[in-house]
T-cell receptor, first 115, second 111 residues
Framework: EAQVTQNPRYLITVTGKKLTVTCSQN?????MSWYRQDPGLGLRQIYY???????DKGDVPEGYKVSRKEKRNFPLILESPSPNQTSLYFC??????????????FGPGTRLTVT | AQSVAQPEDQVNVAEGNPLTVKCTYS??????LFWYVQYPNRGLQFLLK??????LVKGSYGFEAEFNKSQTSFHLKKPSALVSDSALYFC?????????FGTGTRLQVFP
């Protein structure tokens, strides 16, 4: 089954304790992206990657890191989480095209609470 | 700057009635527009997209959307709502390798 998986689905942590949220896709997609969803703000992009070893900042990258060492994986790293990073996080992937955009496939989400 | 607006936080409709979820956009160049749906405790699912061509786009689950260039709108529609259509709907615009999302509209369909 074609899918994007994220782990963990739920995470409660304390301020300053480094954490990683994993994301993996099995569709051989070049493009991967991380979003956070907050009430009243919709989804905002954190980082994205056009292919292996290529990453770029989205609209809200502060406090986050990513890496893309393999095509299928795109982990999100919070080196020193703070309470304002409490949010619902989504990973997504898609094909890429120079002449047209493709629809993105989303993971099930990771609900993060930082106390 | 590119943006997408969903002017209604919530839309209520009775089952069997037609529904419309509104979206307006502000982009430079050709607009590439998407609708996604989010069911409770789930990720977003793609419904439909407008790239070019016919202004009426048909998508999944009986949904369609009408692209109107003069009004810069891309409203989502369905002729007959189902209770199971109750969810959070997002309009999005694609620009330079990323999607810009609206704030979402919660659709509530009452039996």
């Amino acid at each position: 089954e074609a899918q994007v998986t994220q782990n963990p689905r739920y995470l409660i942590t304390v301020t300053g304790k480094k954490l990683t949220v994993t994301c993996s896709q099995n569709m051989n997609h070049e493009y991967m992206s991380w979003y956070r969803q907050d009430p009243g703000l919709g989804l905002r992009q954190i980082y994205y990657s056009m292919n292996v070893e290529v990453t770029d900042k989205g609209d809200v990258p502060e406090g986050y890191k990513v890496s893309r060492k393999e095509k299928r994986n795109f982990p999100l790293i919070l080196e020193s989480p703070s309470p304002n990073q409490t949010s619902l996080y989504f990973c997504a992937s898609s094909l890429t095209g120079t002449s047209r955009p493709y629809e993105q496939y989303f993971g099930p989400g990771t609900r993060l609470t930082v106390t | 700057a590119q943006s997408v607006a969903q002017p209604e936080d919530q839309v209520n409709v009775a089952e069997g009635n037609p529904l419309t979820v509104k979206c307006t956009y502000s982009v430079s160049g050709n607009p590439y527009l998407f609708w996604y749906v989010q069911y409770p405790n789930r990720g977003l699912q793609f419904l439909l997209k407008y790239i070019t061509g016919d202004n009426l786009v048909k998508g999944s689950y009986g949904f369609e959307a009408e692209f109107n260039k003069s009004q810069t709108s891309f409203h989502l529609k369905k002729p007959s709502a189902l209770v199971s259509d109750s969810a959070l709907y997002f309009c999005a615009s694609y620009n330079t390798d990323k999607l810009i999302f609206g704030t979402g509209t919660r659709l509530q369909v009452f039996p």
